[in-house]
C-alpha cells in the first residue's frame, strides 16, 4: 500500500489548484463561459446539484454559455475553498462552498449552499479538472 502524500500548507500546487477555483468563482460572477470551461479536461464528468450530467469541455462551455443567457443570468457567489487533498503528486481532491451573494458582494439569505468537489489531474505540469460534483445542502 503506498503512503498518502503529505499535505504541505502553502504548495505551489496548491496554490495553482486554489487559482483556479478563484477563476470559477470569477466566471461565474461576470457570466464569462469560456472562463468557466477552461480548465476542465477535454473528457471531464460534471454533476450538477440537479442531477443532470454533463461530459467534457466543450459540452460543458456551451451549458454555461446558454446558462448565463437564462437560468443563470446574474447569479453570483463567493467561493470558500478547503485546502487540497493530494491522493497522488499528479490527483488532488477539493472541495468548495459556494455561498449566494448579490451584485455588491453581500451575502443572500438563503436555506440553501452549494458544495462542490473537484477531481483534479496534473498533466504536462498543469492542474486540470477531471471532474465535479454539486451539491446542495443546508446553508
Do not use: C, K
Not at 470569477?26 to 443532470?52: C, K, P, R, Y
Not at 468548495?96 to 443572500?108: N, S, W
Request: aromatic letters at 6%.
Amino acid at each position: 500500500m503506498t503512503p498518502s502524500t503529505p499535505n504541505p500548507p502553502e504548495s505551489t500546487e496548491a496554490t495553482a489548484i486554489r487559482a483556479i477555483v478563484t477563476d470559477l468563482e470569477t466566471a461565474l460572477n461576470t457570466a464569462d463561459a469560456e472562463l468557466m470551461s477552461t480548465h476542465f479536461t477535454a473528457n471531464a464528468i460534471v454533476i450538477e446539484a440537479n442531477g443532470t450530467v454533463l461530459s467534457g469541455r466543450a459540452e460543458l462551455h456551451e451549458r454555461y454559455r446558454r446558462g448565463f443567457a437564462a437560468e443563470l443570468h446574474g447569479m453570483r457567489a463567493r467561493y470558500t475553498p478547503a485546502e487540497p487533498i493530494f491522493l497522488r503528486p499528479d490527483v488532488a481532491l477539493v472541495h468548495q462552498r459556494a455561498h449566494a451573494v448579490d451584485a455588491d458582494g453581500e451575502p443572500l439569505e438563503l436555506d440553501h449552499t452549494m458544495i462542490t468537489s473537484y477531481v483534479l489531474v496534473n498533466q504536462e505540469g498543469r492542474w486540470w479538472i477531471r471532474a465535479r460534483q454539486d451539491t446542495l445542502a443546508p446553508a
